[in-house]
């Protein structure tokens, strides 16, 4: 889930750096979180450093990195992701640790020797299509509830293509189908909505 923090930012230290820090638990950001969030990398994981070239950004940790669950790959990787592509020249993350490439995730083994991108997708959801060539993967905000306080959560959710292959069609059919029942998430769209039109404008706006 994105938060939008305020963060102090060393005159030695890039901003990227600090930002992953901020992932890591029990660090600086464990009292500046709501009730029922948490950090994702494991306690005690360095950040070595953020180095970019061209538009990759590499994000060398410390080997305390390596100290998770399988079950919690996805979510760091894609925390890590999604929080280095906020930035205007980052478009694609690649991992160190100790200064060596990684050709894969430590534990559970996904592949990353190309780099992960916010095209990868974030908590994925397949839907109910079931021709994966015949969809596309658009990413949507759904709402969630924890206690009395309502959050948007990104869902990367595949939906099958329109006759005009248009995303937005796609994504706006993507809200009105809403979340998975597993996920816990819920949409403001009615199930009976239906698109009657798209159009934009001279300039490209909707």
Known sequence: VPQML???VPESKEVATQALEYLVK????????????????PAGTQVLGVNIKDDTAIADFSEEFKEYQAADEQKILQAI???????????KVK????????????????PISGGVSREDGI?????????????????LYFLAQSGENRYYVPVTKRVAKTEENDKVAAAVNGLIEGPSLQSGLFSDFPKEVEILDILKDSEGLL
């Open 6 to 8: 305020e963060i102090p």
């Open 26 to 41: 029990d660090g600086p950001v464990s009292e500046l979180l709501p009730n029922g969030f948490q950090a994702v990398l």
């Open 81 to 91: 992701t999604w929080t280095l592509t906020q930035f205007d020249n980052i478009n």
């Open 95 to 110: 991992i160190r640790i100790n200064g060596h490439d990684q050709e894969v995730m430590p534990v559970d083994g996904t």
């Open 123 to 139: 908590n994925i959801d397949s839907g109910s299509v079931t021709d994966l060539s015949d969809s596309v993967g658009v990413t």
